[in-house]
């Protein structure tokens, strides 16, 4: 009888300090990844990455592909957003409980974890190709594809929220709304996204920390550039493909220059997961 | 509140104008986009920074390896390809394309075995194609301990690393052991890219060097620059006369000497395993691939313009990293080429 | 008189109505279109994909998925070494993060104090936000050297068990496929253990209570009473852990080798689906591309499979609770 108790109790202690170990295991890598790439990103942190462009190479520094980046990133966000909110918008308030409100629902589910790299393909061959073909060569690979590619990693994300965002809303907002002749869009519009409008915010932000670290749909889409665009339908260079291209050559100014541009991503996408995670709890508190 | 709800339809107004200046302007990219061979990668980075500072044009080029350079020339994705394999004459003739030579280089055994200088390993061709064929697999094998009487080699295994994209190094180096081992010629034969044996593949001239220099007792083959600029060990080859050389410019001039360019169609000509008892055995030459007609005017006449200059302006940079710049000779051959077979 | 003025205002009304059902109509259908541009995006992958590898496809057929000859010399394609890397690697990742990831979530859920659960929870989650090409460049500069420095120890000890011993003998090159499996078993951790921590909360109170008035331990609890209740749920994060680690690119392309020759060993180079896509497209001409986007459209319906069934999974669970 105490046999079987000491061996339950044992188990039991275990499984426990078993577990304790798991959660250290987690933290540790955490802590590894995040103090490698602070480590060697701020002994590389110069004036010089922000002012002098990649064609200068080891001798250069970051300038086009931060404006690159900046650039394809806000032209994602402003194809996604709008496009990802009202359709999260349909969901919640038009086909909540639809057959194909449960199937698109279901598909963006997976869309939110399909692999990025068959969305670059898809990109290059709706996009690359056929622009390639129309002018002649003269446009072919641009930041505008490589915005399109970033803004369908984006837009799950904020379907996502939008749909769950709008749901939280009380029903009798929109009873109270709907009892004073207002029509279904003016309450979508001027009632329900006010009422919303730091989930869906928040959502927006997921959306932009999730792309900003994207590479591989970069590779097809965007290409690379060596020197300073602004131009959307010219071949732009990017933070995370450009830390791609330094990170496989063998020479080690040019891997300070990724662990810097490494650090900056990291920290631009950590921040913003964290601010979000604020705003986000921010609004269950007042809705729950 | 309400000034926040705002917010959305003034991103709406901004969306429109970016997408009417995107579309309204003439999509007039003012730089010109070349890619392909990484084996000229640092010798046309140099030029084009320079080019730059000195004309205010952008030359764009991306190392994305030469089997990549000829895909993209060929999808007119780009204005220019490189490559250091030279496309056939029935390739050029059925996609309108010509090509010049831009550089001649050399490519070199690279090791990193601790205890080993560089320049003190000694290889011949058949034991090379052995080791990436996967039959010789430690470093103190009696093939290797043969040539070198005077090193000690540790008995550590040899990590073989080769690459992992579409390489005109690739396809020279493999040239090469096709000519030297009957083997080989059998068992892989030549290409931009082949069916490794053995092995692990690096992206580009630069993915080989980056694993060499981090994997003890790894061998791998790349472009002399490579080689010299990241510190990494390289080998003497037996030539085929039979001497032992060391890879330098002279050597590399000495291999570029034999190549009768005048009697080569679109210059098509490889000077792997050249004969002279001073060559190096795995010299090659980089080539432009660009359309006879252009498809955009304006970039290929910058683009000639660009090479033109390096030929006369970029020798210097190009010697300094231990390229062959192109003879007098070969300028004027390829000049001629450019006048008679493009149409401007 | 008052008849007069309510006429218009009648018609006005109506007239405002009419145009309230138009708008109501317009935006309704423009929703619709967004909404179905989610759809379309999984159909158009889809069918692009399928689309640009047909060549392949007509040509070699089901022979493309077994054949191992990938050889651009011949143009021959097979898809077996990639095929083979990314089931290895992912499978290594799986059997890695289960278990740390149960361990994570049984902590934050039954263990820890209740002021340590929130910043911890962040914290693991946090690793779900690092950017892949960072694991990548940790993965290649850090985690690759540190491989090297153990696997001579593997050959030593695992390797020398009968049967299973070929897994663990090779060269210590650091990089391989257990290298790649350990990398991506820390990149679907944090999407594991939340789906865990998340079900293993919606155990109702009174299940867990009961079973500890009649004497159980914690971990009788949880293996008996939390475990059972949330099963669906469970494997469903598992198969999403799966579905991400099976497409992951960035990652996994530095440290995993780029060969193609089929090993038993662990410790030896492979390649995946997303890396040879990634390395070879840019240059790839013909059928070569139309392997590789045949490759694509591969990755595309077996993480579909593998995220629907996640996806039912853990559906299951929610109807369970009326949800």
Known sequence: MSAIYTRRHLTNIFALVMSGVATLIGLAFLVWILWITLQNGITALTPTLFTKITAYADQGGLSNAIVGSLIMDLMALLICAPIGVLAGTYLAEYASSSRLGASIRFLNDILLSAPSIVLGLFVYVIIVLPMSNLTNGSISFSGFAGSVALALIGLPVIVRTTDEMLQLVPGTLREAALSLGIPQWKLTLQVLMRAAFSGILTGVLLALARLAGETAPLLFTAFGNNFMTVHPLDKMASMPVTIYQYTNDPNPALHAIAWAGALLITLFVLALSLLTRILFSRKKVSYE | ?344 | MQATSAEPLARDTEHRSRADARHDFIFRILLRCCALLVLATLLGAALSTLWGGREVLFKDGLHFLFSADWNPVEDQYGALAPIVGTLVTSLIALVLAVPVSFGIALFLTEIAPGWMRGPVATAIELLAGIPSIIYGMWGLFVFVPFMAGIEPWLNDTLGNIPVIGAVFQGPPLGLGLLTAGIVLAVMILPFISSVMREVFQTVPARLKESSYALGSTTWEVVWDIVLPYTRSAVIGGIFLGLGRALGETMAVTFVLGNSYNITASLLMPGTSISSSIANEFNEAVGLHRSALIALGFLLFVVTFIVLLIARLMLRQLARKEGR
């Open chain 2, 1 to 344: 509140m309400l000034t926040s709800f705002k917010l959305p339809s003034r991103l709406g107004t901004l969306a429109i104008a970016i997408a009417a200046s995107m579309f309204g302007m003439t999509a007039q990219a003012t730089d010109i986009t070349g890619a392909g061979s990484s084996f000229v990668y640092p010798v046309i980075s140099k030029w084009s920074a320079a080019y730059a500072e000195k004309t205010g044009n952008h030359i764009n080029y991306q190392s994305i390896g030469s089997g990549g350079g000829i895909a993209q020339i060929k999808a007119g994705t780009v204005d220019f390809g490189a490559s250091d394999m030279p496309l056939k004459a029935e390739d050029l003739a059925k996609f309108g394309l010509g090509q010049f030579p831009d550089v001649i280089g050399g490519i070199v055994p690279a090791f990193n075995v601790a205890g080993v200088a560089a320049g003190t390993l000694v290889l011949d061709g058949p034991t090379l194609a052995d080791i990436y064929l996967g039959k010789i697999t430690t470093w103190n094998d009696p093939a290797i301990a043969k040539l070198n009487p005077s090193l000690h080699l540790p008995s550590s295994h040899i990590t073989v690393v080769h690459r992992s994209d579409g390489s005109g190094t690739s396809f020279n180096f493999t040239d090469y052991l096709s000519k030297v081992s009957p083997e080989w010629k059998t068992k892989v034969g030549e290409g931009t890219a082949v069916q490794w044996p053995a092995g692990i593949g690096g992206k580009g001239n630069e993915g080989v060097s980056a694993y060499i220099k981090q994997i003890p007792n790894s061998i791998g083959y790349v472009e002399y620059a490579y080689a010299l600029q990241n510190k990494i060990g390289y080998a003497k080859m037996k030539n085929a006369a039979g001497k032992v050389v060391e890879p330098n410019t002279a050597s590399f001039q000495a291999a570029a000497n034999t190549a009768d360019w005048k009697n080569a169609k679109d210059f098509n000509l490889l000077m792997t395993n050249a004969p002279g008892a001073t060559a190096w055995p795995i010299t090659a030459t980089s080539w432009v691939i660009m359309y006879k007609t252009p498809k955009n005017a304006a970039n290929t006449k910058v683009a000639f313009d660009f090479f033109k200059w390096a030929y006369e302006h970029g020798q210097d940079s190009a010697r300094s990293l231990d390229y062959v710049p192109l003879p007098d000779s070969l300028v004027q051959q390829i000049e001629t080429y450019w006048s008679s077979e493009y149409k401007m």
